[in-house]
């Protein structure tokens, strides 16, 4: 695993042992971020369910000013630290040792605004509902923010009806999903 693009563009990227996190392949991240290159530039960006930090320091190479990291595995979390470190991105970026959930309510209190939020949550869980349905009423998204799922080929997104958010995008791969949600 490694950067694909920007200012820390080949560095390696270590992932936590186990099977708590999938990291995303090099190919899945390149077709994520060539969809999201055009919002990166001095953005802040939320990784959410962060686990090797990968995707958020992908972003930070890539031009964003500012990404927070919210990932409660502790071995994930310095596995975010020890590539953050690596990659000399660690100036602008901020973890948080927290669940997604209470991540939501600190950056709240903090007053955080994010251009981009990405989550990859353990899949089938419904923890993308809980997330989406706390990001509805917080005021750390703009109108336009764009939030991106990564989640299984299973998930469904049926109930974003009943919700201020759409679906305007889907990206499939073989096993999983990138889908792309906005502001109705």
Avoid at 150 to 179: C, G, P
């Amino acid at each position: 695993m490694r950067v694909i693009a920007g200012k820390a563009r080949r560095l390696q990227l270590k992932a936590p042992e186990g099977f708590d996190t999938r990291p995303t392949t090099d190919k899945t991240k390149e077709t994520l971020f060539n969809i999201l290159n055009p919002y990166l530039a001095d953005c802040d960006f939320l990784d959410l369910f962060a686990g090797s930090g990968a995707i958020g320091i992908e972003a930070l190479s890539r031009g964003a000013k500012y990404t927070a990291f919210v990932e409660d595995n502790k071995q994930a979390r310095e596995c975010i630290k020890s590539n953050l470190n690596t990659t000399k991105l660690a100036e602008n970026a901020e973890i948080l040792s927290l669940n997604a959930l209470e991540g939501i309510r600190a950056l709240e209190i903090k007053g955080k605004v994010f251009d981009v939020v990405f989550m990859d949550p353990p899949y089938n869980k419904l923890l993308e509902k809980e997330v989406l349905l706390a990001l509805q009423n917080s005021n750390i998204i703009y109108c336009d923010t764009i939030i991106v799922v990564e989640a299984s080929l299973a998930t469904d997104f049926d109930y974003l009806e009943d919700t201020k958010f759409r679906i305007y995008r889907k990206k499939e791969y073989k096993t999983n999903q990138h889908v792309f949600i906005e502001i109705k």
